[in-house]
């Protein structure tokens, strides 16, 4: 505030500066002597100076105006501030309450579910408490009429006293009868057991001679393949004996040849040839001559002609 008055104070001093420089004509000045000229300047700085009183206090009241509504403005604030902090606190709080609100809303409606449950539950109960004594009642109804039907046998028997004697025969006969079940029911077992037995033993059987049967057809099949082979090998040795039946004729044949052919030529050469039965010698001694014949007749033919 006091750097608003400073500030205030140095503009109207500029102001008044500005006023106080301003020059009056040269003519009114030349005219005016310096006694009015004096005066003239103090009526003149009066009324700068009134001026600047009346601004100073329309100022200050301005300023006056502006620190209450400050003033207003810091009060309204701070009851804003509060109001605000009052209405965060109001909504904290009611945020609290919704929350207790809700977990309790939440804690008694899974109160209200077990409770439920418990009363189903109850009531299920109730409900098979009630079956079982309808069905107790009605046992009880049903087994009056057994006992005034016992009641009635005791009265036309005289072998038993009293309703238990019939009841503990009932039991000793009831006990037999379990008794020879169960032994009936053993010896079905028994049965059963001998039964499944045989049956096992025939069926391992059977299946013995089907391994047995499976193996013959096996080793008959083995058998006729064995006998294909046989007489495809019998056949084929007969054909290689024939083959080796023909060679050996053909080399009969080869050899009778050639040794007419060897005898042929050592007939020609006048028994000059050492015999021999080796074959492969008598072919070379025919290659031999025939060699030699050829070039005696290349040699003989060329003379000829020139004789000729």
């Given amino acids: ?42 009526r003149e700085m009066q009324e700068v100076e009134n001026g600047l009183h009346q601004q100073k206090a329309e100022f200050a009241l301005k300023i006056e105006s502006l620190a209450h509504r400050r003033e207003e403005l810091a009060k309204k604030e701070t009851q804003l501030k509060e109001s605000l902090m009052k209405f ?20 008694e409606r899974k109160t209200r579910e077990l ?15 009630f079956n079982k004594k309808d069905r107790q009642t009605k046992a009880v109804e049903t087994n009056l009429a057994y006992q005034r039907y016992l009641e009635a046998v005791l009265e036309n028997v005289e ?44 069926e391992e059987k059977n299946n013995i001679m089907l391994n047995y049967n499976n193996d013959i057809a096996k080793l008959q099949t083995r058998l006729e393949e064995m006998q294909q082979r046989s007489a495809k090998w019998q056949s084929e040795c007969d054909h290689t004996m024939n083959n080796a039946t023909q060679k050996s ?11 007419n052919l060897f005898n042929l030529v050592k007939s020609h050469l006048n028994n000059r040839l050492n015999g021999t039965g080796d074959t492969v010698m008598q072919l070379e ?6 060699l ?7 040699d003989v033919a060329p003379a000829r002609i020139g004789v000729a």
């Fill in 1 to 42: 505030m006091a750097s608003n008055l400073a500030n205030v104070e140095e503009y109207f001093r500029i102001n008044m500066e500005k006023k106080l420089l301003i020059k009056a004509p040269e003519q009114e000045d030349h005219d005016l002597t310096p006694a009015t000229k004096l005066l003239e300047k103090r």
């Fill in 88 to 107: 965060d606190k109001f909504l904290k709080e009611n945020d609290a309450k919704r929350s207790r609100a809700m977990k309790k809303s939440l804690d």
């Fill in 115 to 129: 409770k439920e449950n418990e009363i189903s539950n109850l009531r299920e109960n109730m409900t098979g408490l």
């Fill in 159 to 202: 072998e038993f006293g009293e309703v238990k004697d019939i009841i503990g025969r009932f039991d000793t006969l009831a006990a037999t009868n379990r008794e020879l079940l169960d032994r009936s029911r053993e010896a079905q077992e028994r049965t059963e057991k001998d039964r499944a037995s045989f049956l096992h033993s025939t």
């Fill in 249 to 259: 004729l053909l080399l009969g044949q080869i050899k009778m040849a050639t040794n």
């Fill in 285 to 290: 001694k025919i290659q031999q001559f025939i």
């Fill in 292 to 298: 030699d014949l050829s070039d005696i007749t290349t």
